[in-house]
């Protein structure tokens, strides 16, 4: 499955990059969040793709409106961002990514995080760790965990007053925090390698958001969290928003 799953992100993002690479023409949805054809293309090849090899069905931003009553029966399904990060992708900065994660119980037991255009695929599976491949290389994550100071993870797009607060309070712990912006589920990949300390995120976000990125932390030895209770970010809720969170790396206590 995890083969099927990276070979058709792998294919979602090369049509992405063909309409990246044209005149973007955007569309708004209900909640005037963007949406373009990139979306779309990649929709259709993940969840054909998905469909094709296994029964579980599948859940996608661009195919959400299942109803509760429905999805609760699942006891496992697919998870899909065919576009994590609409905005950075309409801006050019190439800081956009395709999430997909396979849900079992409420947990996420394996996910990939596809970069476009960069080329590389994170990805993970519960119990088997959590890798990167770049350049034909494929490296066991976290690259490095040990270092001075603290590194902030933190949205390009989107920000909020209780992640400032939050953002206050870490300065009076460390006095030589430092803070690196980056889009979509990157944030995650930046945490799963140890190049950021904390991915705090203190504003709404949905589940296909989170869900490919948190088992990918996890796997390479972090947390996801709700930011006041301490547990795990839990899936296929009635209310697809997640809760307030905080994605630490490996080695590191928030």
């Known amino acids: 499955m995890l083969a099927v799953l990276m070979e058709a992100e792998r294919n979602a993002g090369e049509a992405i990059l063909t309409v990246y690479r044209s005149p973007v023409y955007v569309e708004h949805k209900a909640d005037r969040s963007p949406v373009t054809a990139a979306d779309r ?140 912006s980056a889009g979509s589920s990157l944030k995650f990949c930046l945490v799963a390698e140890g190049a950021a300390d904390l991915y705090p995120r203190l504003g709404t976000t949905m589940e296909w958001d989170t869900a490919a990125g948190q088992v990918i932390v996890e796997e390479a030895g972090g947390t996801v969290v709700e930011a006041g209770s301490g547990r795990p970010l839990r899936y296929n809720k009635a209310d697809l928003r997640n809760p307030h969170f905080i994605a630490a790396r490996s080695g590191y206590h928030a």
């Open 41 to 180: 293309l990649s929709h259709d090849i993940v969840t054909a793709a998905l469909r094709r090899m296994s029964v579980f069905p599948v859940l996608s931003e661009e195919g959400r409106n299942i109803e509760y009553s429905e999805r609760s029966r699942w006891d496992a399904f697919w998870l899909v961002d065919p576009l994590d990060g609409t905005k950075e992708f309409i801006g050019g900065n190439g800081e956009f990514t395709v999430n997909v994660a396979l849900i079992n119980d409420g947990v996420p037991v394996m996910g990939a995080i596809y970069v476009p255009v960069k080329d590389i695929l994170y990805y993970a599976v519960k119990g088997g760790g959590a890798y990167k491949i770049e350049n034909g290389l494929t490296i066991r994550l976290p690259l490095r965990t040990e270092r001075k100071g603290c590194i902030v993870a933190g949205s390009r797009s989107h920000t909020s007053p209780e992640f400032e607060e939050y953002v206050g309070r870490l300065r009076a712990r460390h006095e030589d925090l430092a803070f690196v």
